[in-house]
């Protein structure tokens, strides 16, 4: 099978698919000129019912986990009549496919072209299997031109994990299969791209677009600044993409001045792929509703919430061979709004809130690291390297300083009274000059 993508054609080995009927979808949008994110939406409702019955019945006819689960759900086929109805599906938790490589697998495994595993910080690590029509062909069908305005002009530094993790060679292939795009495939600090030699190598082929972690642009900026390379002259880039970690709007805002570009949000996972990208307007993450669909549902109750409520992130693949997550518990707290926004993309906004796991309890109320962050960011005697602790319901900022001639008490007393202030937290702080630097996602809070 050979498939034009946008930019480059690829042969895949002929072979029967569940996804075939999309090819026809997307090429007349291409005809016409149109994308799915500028489609009215109740079309790209009326798309998603397709691709999600087309889903339930290739993990019926090809995975027994599934099947049973369907069946003691009461399915004697595997199809609903509405979206709505998406919500008597079992939903898949993370600990049945915990270190199971073939639990949920829908192909023979000589069929897999890329293994991708979780780092398994919480337990053992989660597979994820693609054919290498999951990845070249089916994964680059829906665009997204309103949303990433990358093109062959452009030079993609990717400083993202490649080892294991799916985001560095995800977005690798995004940019060369997509977009025509130059890449430089720079890694997270590993053996063979030291920082010196990522910022060098961003300097020599004149990178416009950077695609890495919040922390790990803050330490690229740092590091440049050491090593004598001007952020903004010497590396002039064009737009940022952050994903992976958590990040507030303040901390987004410093890395804008910091790099002197457009910083944007993209929000994705090692099992689910790309869920939610930001655009330019910044008022949280457009749906990638070609790719997957959202729903919010009670973590408890697992009743789906409406628009507006805040619950767990629950995901379903849309245009998966290898291995389709069906209603998959990503453990991500957000919630979802119709489109409204002035860009004109018609794809529900999502805002997130952060991970279940890393909620703080203070006194009764529960308070989401991005909430803490964002104010602790407000201050800008604070640096971008910082720590939550929490021990016994106190909570202990440990914070740096940034360009500032305030004494480590003074800045201590301003966090506290601005904490205070703005949102009511009392805690204690302390003032650090040593906070560890990490090339892997950074840790911010300690429970």
């Given at each position: 099978m050979k498939f034009q993508t946008h930019k480059m054609s690829v042969s895949i080995d002929e072979h029967s698919s569940h996804l075939e009927q999309f090819k026809e979808f997307y090429k007349q949008l291409d005809d016409e000129g149109k994308t799915i994110e500028i489609l009215p939406?109740?079309?790209?409702?009326?798309?998603?019912?397709?691709?999600?019955?087309?889903?339930?019945?290739?993990?019926?006819?090809?995975?027994?986990?599934?099947?049973s689960t369907l069946k003691e759900a009461g399915f004697t086929v595997p199809k609903i009549d509405s979206l709505k109805q998406l919500a008597s599906v079992p939903m898949l938790k993370k600990d049945v496919i915990r270190g199971d490589k073939e639990k949920i697998l829908c192909v023979d495994s000589k069929e897999i072209g890329q293994v991708h595993l979780?780092?398994?910080?919480?337990?053992?690590?989660?597979?994820?299997?693609?054919?290498?029509?999951?990845?070249?062909?089916?994964?680059?069908?829906?665009?997204?031109?309103?949303?990433?305005?990358?093109?062959?002009d452009d030079v993609a530094a990717i400083a993202l994990p490649y080892e294991f993790a799916l985001p560095g060679l995800g977005f690798q292939r995004l940019f060369q299969f997509a977009f025509g795009t130059m890449v430089l495939s720079l890694g997270k600090?590993?053996?063979?791209?030291?920082?010196?030699?990522?910022?060098?190598l961003m300097k020599e082929f004149q990178a416009t677009v950077l695609t890495t972690t919040p922390s790990y642009a803050a330490l690229l900026a740092e590091e440049g600044e050491k090593f004598g390379i001007k952020i903004g002259e010497d590396i002039r880039l064009k737009k940022i993409w952050l994903t992976g970690e958590g990040c507030s709007s303040p901390f987004r805002e410093r890395l804008e001045k910091w790099w002197g570009c457009e910083v944007s949000?993209?929000?994705?996972?090692?099992?689910?792929?790309?869920?939610?990208?930001?655009?330019?307007k910044h008022k949280g993450y457009h749906v990638m509703e070609g790719h997957v669909k959202v729903e919010i549902v009670d973590?408890?109750?697992?009743?789906?919430?409406?628009?507006?409520?805040?619950?767990?992130?629950?995901?379903?693949?849309?245009?998966?061979?290898?291995?389709?997550?069906?209603?998959?518990?990503?453990?991500?707290?957000?919630?979802?709004?119709?489109?409204k926004c002035d860009c004109?993309?018609?794809?529900?906004?999502?805002?997130l809130r952060g991970r279940m796991e890393h909620m703080l309890r203070l006194g009764t109320e529960d308070y989401s690291p991005f909430l803490i962050e964002h104010f602790l960011m407000e201050i800008p005697e604070v640096g971008l390297w910082y720590h939550l602790k929490m021990d016994q319901g106190v909570l202990t900022i440990e914070a740096e300083k940034f360009r500032t001639k305030l004494s480590d008490e003074q800045l201590a007393a301003k966090i506290q009274k601005h904490m205070a202030d703005r949102i009511g937290i009392h805690c204690e702080v302390v003032i650090r000059h040593d906070i560890p630097r990490t090339f892997g996602k950074a840790t911010r809070v300690f429970n």
């Open positions: 939406h109740q079309k790209i409702e009326d798309y998603q019912l397709k691709a999600v019955n087309a889903t339930l019945a290739h993990v019926w006819n090809r995975n027994e986990y599934y099947r979780t780092s398994g910080t919480s337990g053992k690590p989660i597979y994820t299997s693609y054919t290498l029509a999951d990845q070249y062909v089916y994964d680059l069908l829906p665009k997204y031109l309103e949303l990433f305005k990358e093109s062959d600090g590993g053996y063979m791209a030291p920082i010196d030699k990522s910022l060098e949000f993209f929000y994705g996972s090692t099992e689910c792929g790309v869920v939610g990208v930001e655009c330019s973590p408890v109750s697992e009743e789906v919430l409406p628009y507006g409520r805040t619950g767990e992130i629950v995901v379903t693949t849309l245009l998966r061979e290898g291995m389709p997550m069906v209603r998959y518990r990503t453990g991500d707290l957000g919630n979802l709004q119709k489109s004109g993309i018609t794809m529900d906004v999502m805002q």
